[in-house]
C-alpha cells in the first residue's frame, strides 16, 4: 500500500523557515517524480513544486521561486520541502504527492497534508 | 498567467447525472486531470490523461474533452459524491501545473 506521510508544518513568523518532510513507503520511491501542492484554508489547489527522480531536474510555480527548495533523499525514501522567506500567503497545509509519469503529468497519491501557518 | 476556468457550484439530486466543465485555451494541446476532495481529506485522483479512469475508481465517474473544454460526467449521482472536484492541466510552460478553481458538487 502506497503511504505519504507529511511532516514538520507547524507555526511560523513572517520572514522565517521551515522545513517539511514526506516519508514515503509502498512503492519504488527513486522511480517516481515527486511533489508538493498546497492548499490555503477554505481555497483551491495550488502546485508548489515537481523533481525528478534523480533530483536532476526541480520546477517551481512563480510564486515560491528563490525562496522553496525541493529535494529529495532516495535512499531514505524521503522528500523534503525547504521553505525560507515564508510569508502570510504561504499559509496552508501541504501535500506531498507522487507525480503520475513525467511532468506536467497528474498526481496519483497523496499524503494527508502538514499546517503550515506564517503569523505574527 | 494561465488559467483554467471551473463554475463553482453545480447541484443534482440523487440518480440524475452530473456534469462539471474545466476551460482552458492549452486544453487541446494537454492532459486534464480531476480530483475529489471531501473536507478535511486529501483530494483524490478520479480521472487522468483526459477520459482514463484510475483503479477503484466507480465507473459512474467518466471524463471527455472537446476543443478547449473537458468535462468531468458522474452519471447516477449518489450522496457520498458530494465533494469539491478540481481540474488540472499544464500550465503555459508546459512542465508546471495549473489547478482550476474547484467546483462544489452538491447532491441535493
Known amino acids: 500500500e502506497v503511504q505519504l506521510v507529511e511532516s514538520g508544518g507547524g507555526l511560523v513568523q513572517p520572514g522565517g523557515s521551515l522545513r517539511l518532510s514526506c516519508a514515503a513507503s509502498?512503492?519504488?520511491?527513486?522511480?517516481?517524480?515527486m511533489s508538493w501542492v498546497r492548499q490555503a484554508p477554505g481555497k483551491g489547489l495550488e502546485w508548489v513544486a515537481n523533481?525528478?527522480?534523480?533530483?536532476?531536474?526541480?520546477y517551481y510555480v512563480d510564486s515560491v521561486k528563490g525562496r522553496f527548495t525541493i529535494s529529495r533523499d532516495n535512499a531514505k525514501n524521503s522528500l523534503y520541502l525547504q521553505m525560507n522567506s515564508l510569508r502570510a500567503e504561504d499559509t496552508a497545509v501541504y501535500y506531498c504527492?507522487?507525480?503520475?509519469?513525467?511532468?506536467?503529468?497528474?498526481?496519483?497519491?497523496w499524503g494527508q497534508g502538514t499546517l503550515v501557518t506564517v503569523s505574527s | 498567467s494561465y488559467e483554467l476556468t471551473q463554475p463553482p457550484s453545480v447541484s443534482v439530486s440523487p440518480g440524475q447525472t452530473a456534469r462539471i466543465t474545466c476551460s482552458g485555451d492549452?486544453?487541446?494541446?494537454?492532459?486534464a486531470y480531476w480530483y475529489q476532495q471531501k473536507p478535511g481529506q486529501a483530494p483524490v485522483l478520479v480521472i487522468y490523461?483526459?477520459?482514463e479512469r484510475p483503479s477503484g475508481i466507480p465507473e459512474r465517474f467518466s471524463g471527455s474533452s472537446s476543443g478547449t473544454t473537458v468535462t468531468l460526467t458522474i452519471s447516477g449521482v449518489q450522496a457520498e459524491d458530494e465533494a469539491d472536484y478540481y481540474c488540472?492541466?499544464?500550465?503555459?510552460?508546459?512542465?508546471?501545473?495549473?489547478f482550476g478553481g474547484g467546483t462544489k458538487l452538491t447532491v441535493l
Open positions: 504527492a507522487t507525480l503520475l509519469g513525467v511532468p506536467p503529468g497528474g498526481f496519483d497519491y
Open positions: 490523461k483526459d477520459s
Open positions: 523533481i525528478k527522480q534523480d533530483g536532476s531536474e526541480k
Open positions: 492549452a486544453l487541446p494541446k494537454q492532459y
Open positions: 509502498g512503492f519504488t520511491f527513486s522511480s517516481y517524480w
Open positions: 488540472q492541466s499544464a500550465d503555459s510552460s508546459g512542465l508546471g501545473v495549473v
